[in-house]
């Protein structure tokens, strides 16, 4: 096996669906802010996502109204200049 091939920070990290509160565990070199303990009793940083395969209508079948407008304020209120 290569030496050094991974990144040095690749860890487990919980990804966490906003919509419906799913939340996974897998490993990622993904910079966050934010932990969460987990099921084991043990904290792991967080990624919040917007979507993920438990709310996504392709994979679930059914159809979810998407309120952009408030799509769009969120990312103007996440991303605005402090």
Do not use: Q
Request: overall charge positive.
């Amino acid at each position: 096996m290569k030496k050094d091939l991974h990144p040095s920070n690749y860890r487990l990290v919980v990804f966490k669906d906003m919509s419906n509160d799913y939340s996974f565990i897998t490993k990622s070199c993904i910079d966050t802010r934010e932990t969460i303990k987990w099921e084991d009793g043990n904290d792991y940083p967080l990624v919040k996502l917007e979507i993920s395969h438990t709310s996504h209508p392709f994979y679930t079948g059914k159809m979810k109204l998407v309120d952009t407008a408030g799509r769009i304020d969120k990312f103007r209120s996440r991303y605005a200049k402090k």
